[in-house]
């Protein structure tokens, strides 16, 4: 056991035994919890941090080509997902029940248990790609943490279904991703409103001269 | 406290995962069931390493959930009562959002963050112990069969899964309690420095801590503390913005086992308490009159310290804080001699009583060499030339001393007190010599030195030549500005060199060079120093960037070896006076602006003040608008300066300097930073006998005047004031300026500043402009506006600053 281990959940991908471990269902999602409390942690942090930054202008950095790649993938899986949601939503009319209709045809039907395997392959994607972006500094990209943010709570919606045996684990973290989403949206006003009080101003500049 | 259930093969029913209770400690086992309830070893697994017996693994994750929540929400965790009052006398108004903000950030600050690095360690070794079957089984949910078997596993990873959500509700239920998040708002400056200050403090304290390496006796309420304090500066870090796990990174001081095991001491131990709402409310309330006013005036002394000096010489590069007024320790040199004394010994001695009449360094060779063969191991040094090598000395040295009647200098004696103090320690190490005798050589020899030392008042150096009027500690403690203001000159103008003797010896000399027409100075500052105006001289110098040949006037005096610790040039040094050796192995002066505090840690403006004068005088120009300006080729010392005295940006001006030596030229850097007429004021409000070329009388600098450039000059001269209101009937001013060639700007501000001009509105000049295309061009308005225009253009064409 290494206590002082600071790196990154992800590269323990590359350990030959815990690969192993992580190909069998079930126990890879336990040591998943671990990273997934690490990831929330890493997220309330970056909160706190953008919240109380010195400045509010973030020095431009050099582009990390890595993690513009990892979020083109990260917003094309986001839009896959989205789009499942929609299917199972149209199932029964709100998602609670087409999660449920999901589980119960699953065994008997080929479609939904392909898209039940669809819907988790997904959200096991997204959540390492959560991860990927918890560890960099993501509190110079506020409008790109904030959907992080706003995913990850209906990822969580979604496993709570999911994972049975997880599911009050999974219920807890998308209540605490609800609460940084509600931090997010009052510290980062959206785009539009951006906008709109910029005109606001332009307006009101014009005006007095 | 907690009592575990015993791991025993015998009663483990099927396999269990059990760990040692050491917190950090890798031993993890799969605990099997004996066969027939007897056959196998091992029956109460131990750890190899702690020789414990094991605890299951599903309870002990639980102790490290205890531990760390008793660590995120620990009473301690709330805001220092020593950092409140702070903040109650600074910002009142602030204290209660502070102590809001604060409990907002604890979790992260004080290592939520790093629980999971535990907590996953843990999760993982479990599984290893696992085998494939098992896992296979535990894959297998559905198979209502098989989930009976294996049910102690499943229990355990089940009590896993309890734990980690266990750990998020009590993180939700804290952000919900605690936190209002419409209200969080980000720091103002004010309490942003007021934190930097306090972390700089604890910093400190936990340094000292830190470097304690003798082994104490601690209670554990006393652990507590220190880990408290350390934590809290992390949730200090949050507030300002900062990464509290960047720190540990950087120190590795408490990792996330440390901190939660040695928590769980705490916890068992009942020394940790949850706060709530009332503790916080309570803390609000708190009488913070009650902390005594010594304290405060401590606070307040640490703060303007940490404000005006420290901070400043942590954050500026090119800067050192020099207190002035503190006690020096003068008895350093004299304890030193005192060492290895032999009392008995040196009431035997007698050295001649009159120096002058007596050759006392035959008296002092002959009593060495004498005590030298009295000992065996000394026998094969007793001669002059072997033993000049003993005492670190060239090999003539005492030889040729014994009929001079100099006396021997401080210098040379330290160098032969430390050679006997070397040379006889490397003989204890002989196994025919006795310690006692060794040592009792060694204090002998030291005490003949000491005694001849004590005697005959040696020179400080062999080869300097130091003026006995010099006053050596002029510049060891700058108490009035005019000392301040010397400083400042020799950093612009003085140098510090190294003089090397035929014999090998090295001293310093320093030096001060002005144009001759700024000889009183130097005379004065002679003076001041205690030398006579007559050793101050003149030559001819070479300009290096035009070759221009210029008389100079100089100052050059010996001060003392290099080797001594207390001569002028150190304490210039220790000033910020200091030199680097460049790549081609000559010295550059590199200086570190000294900025001067009291005790107390506030700035002394008037020593800083004196000493930008100085440093004006030397390397600076006053210009006509009564500004100046300071010239460096350090960056960092102007920045410094820029700092203190909060002045604009330091430009950077490439100069092409020729070097006669070579006969070529090469681009070097000098910086400038502009000083406005306020701190030129200041400057010359001081009551400093300064340069005549650059002094002007402070009455005469009037801070709202306008600064006449020698365009504003032109500008006044073709655009009288009545002519420009009349020219501005009909012209806007960005008219005027392109009729003119002038920067549009320019010609603002020249009409706001020089004149005093109140402007017409824009829509003025469109009104008029429309009015003028509607009417015809033999309209009056028109031939006024044309004949204006061609006016301008007229001015405009001798304008000479229109390229």
Wanted: with cysteine; charged share 25%.
């Amino acid at each position: 056991m290494n206590f002082h281990n600071e790196t990154s959940y992800l590269e323990f991908e590359e350990d030959e035994i815990f690969l192993s471990w992580y190909e069998v269902e079930g126990v890879r999602t336990i040591t998943e919890l671990s990273r997934q409390i690490r990831t929330l942690l890493k997220y309330k942090a970056a909160v706190i941090q953008y919240r109380f930054r010195s400045n509010h202008i973030y020095p431009i950095s050099t582009p990390n080509i890595k993690f513009l790649e990892t979020k083109n993938k990260f917003e094309s899986l986001a839009l896959s997902f989205i789009k499942l949601l929609r299917n199972i939503k149209d199932f029964t009319g709100n998602l609670g029940g087409g999660y449920q209709y999901l589980l119960d045809q699953a065994s008997s039907n080929k479609t939904e248990n392909l898209l039940l395997k669809k819907l988790e392959d997904i959200t096991n994607h997204l959540f390492i790609q959560i991860h990927y972006f918890s560890e960099q500094k993501i509190s110079e990209h506020p409008y790109f943490f904030k959907i992080i943010v706003l995913l990850a709570q209906e990822v969580c919606e979604t496993r709570k279904y999911l994972k049975k045996q997880f599911s009050g684990f999974y219920e807890e973290l998308g209540k605490n991703y609800h609460n940084l989403e509600k931090e997010l949206s009052i510290l980062i006003p959206s785009r539009v409103q951006e906008k709109v009080n910029e005109r606001k101003k332009k307006a009101g500049e014009m005006l007095k001269s | 406290m907690k009592t575990y259930e015993k791991v025993s093969r015998k009663t483990v029913g099927e396999d269990r995962i059990a760990i040692c209770p050491k917190f950090g400690c890798e031993n993890v086992t799969r605990v099997k069931h004996l066969k027939l309830g007897f056959l196998g070893f091992s029956k109460y697994p131990k750890c190899k390493k702690h020789q414990i017996p094991l605890v299951y693994i599903d309870e002990r994750i639980g102790d490290f959930v205890d531990a760390a929540l008793a660590c995120l929400f620990d009473l301690a965790g709330l805001p220092p009562k020593k950092l409140l009052s702070l903040v109650n006398k600074e910002i009142p108004e602030d204290l209660e959002m502070f102590v809001w903000r604060w409990v907002y950030c604890i979790t992260i600050g004080r290592g939520a963050p790093i629980i999971s690095q535990y907590m996953d360690s843990i999760s993982k070794a479990y599984l290893k112990q696992l085998t494939k079957k098992q896992i296979k089984v535990l894959s297998q949910e559905d198979q209502s069969k098989k989930n009976n078997v294996y049910q102690a596993v499943r229990k355990g990873i089940q009590e896993i899964i309890n734990q980690y959500t266990r750990l998020l509700k009590h993180l939700r239920t804290h952000n919900e309690v605690f936190t209002n998040i419409y209200e969080t708002k980000p720091l103002s400056g004010k309490l942003r420095k007021l934190l930097l200050i306090w972390l700089e403090m604890s910093k400190l304290v936990e340094k000292d801590l830190l470097s304690i390496e003798e082994k104490r006796e601690i209670s554990l309420s006393e652990t507590k503390n220190f880990y408290d304090s350390i934590l809290n500066m992390g949730t200090c870090m949050c507030l300002l913005g900062l990464s509290p796990e960047k720190r540990m990174n950087k120190t590795k001081r408490i990792s996330a086992f440390d901190r939660f095991s040695t928590y769980f001491d705490f916890f068992t131990n009942g020394l940790t308490k949850k706060f709530t709402k009332s503790d916080m409310e309570k803390l609000l309330k708190h009488d913070f009159s009650e902390t005594s006013l010594k304290q405060n005036m401590q606070d307040r002394d640490l703060i303007s310290f940490f404000a005006q000096g420290r901070k400043l010489s942590a954050t500026i590069p090119g800067l050192k804080v020099i207190t002035l007024g503190r006690s020096k320790n003068t008895n350093k040199r004299e304890c030193k001699y005192i060492e290895f004394i032999d009392d008995n010994f040196y009431n035997t001695l007698t050295p001649p009583s009159d120096p002058s009449l007596s050759n006392v360094n035959e008296w002092f060779t002959d009593t060495l060499l004498e005590t030298m063969k009295q000992y065996d191991f000394l026998k094969k040094y007793a001669s002059f030339r072997s033993m000049s090598l003993f005492f670190g000395l060239t090999k003539s040295y005492l030889y040729d001393k014994r009929y001079k009647k100099s006396v021997i200098s401080h210098d040379y004696l330290d160098i032969m007190r430390n050679s006997v103090v070397a040379n006889i320690s490397n003989l204890l190490d002989l196994d025919n010599t006795s310690e006692e005798r060794v040592i009792e050589a060694r204090n002998r020899l030291v005490t003949i030195i000491e005694i001849y030392r004590k005697s005959f008042s040696p020179k400080l150096t062999a080869n300097t030549q130091i003026d006995n009027n010099l006053i050596t500690t002029y510049f060891q403690n700058i108490s009035t500005p005019q000392q301040a203001y010397y400083l400042g000159l020799l950093f612009a103008d003085g140098w510090i060199s190294i003089q090397r003797s035929s014999g090998g010896s090295t001293s310093y000399r320093i030096g001060l060079s002005l144009k001759v027409e700024d000889k009183l100075v130097i005379e004065r500052f002679s003076k001041a120093i205690g030398l006579s105006k007559s050793r101050v001289l003149e030559r001819d110098s070479i300009d290096l960037r035009t070759g221009a040949v210029y008389r100079m006037a100089y100052l050059q005096l010996g001060v003392g070896s290099t080797s001594q610790k207390t001569s002028m040039a150190n304490d210039l040094i220790k000033m910020g006076l200091t030199y680097q050796i460049k790549k081609n192995g000559r010295r550059a002066k590199v200086p570190i602006l000294p900025v001067f505090c009291d005790v107390g840690g506030h700035l002394l403006r008037d020593l800083m003040l004196a000493f930008l004068l100085g440093y004006f005088d030397g390397d600076g120009t006053l210009k006509n608008s009564h500004t100046g300006e300071i010239y460096s080729n350090n960056f960092k010392f102007l920045t410094a300066i820029k700092k203190v005295f909060n002045l604009g940006e330091v430009s950077d001006v490439k100069r092409i300097v020729y070097d006669p030596t070579t006969n070529t030229h090469s681009e070097r850097h000098l910086y400038s930073l502009y000083l406005n007429k306020s701190i030129i004021k200041e400057m010359m409000s001081l009551d400093i006998v300064s340069m005549e070329r650059k002094s002007l009388e402070a009455e005469l600098i009037k801070l709202d005047a306008p600064i006449m450039t020698k365009q504003r000059l032109w500008l006044k001269k073709v655009l009288p004031i009545k002519f420009l209101r009349q020219i501005l009937t009909t012209h806007s001013p960005s008219k005027i300026a392109e009729l003119l060639g002038v920067d549009h700007n320019t010609m603002l501000k020249f009409m706001k500043n020089v004149y005093k001009l109140n402007l017409m509105d824009k829509g003025y000049y469109i009104k008029l402009s429309y009015e003028r295309k509607q009417s015809s061009v033999k309209n009056k308005l028109n031939k006024i506006y044309n004949e204006r225009t061609q006016l301008l253009l007229e001015i405009g064409e001798r304008n000479p600053f229109n390229q």
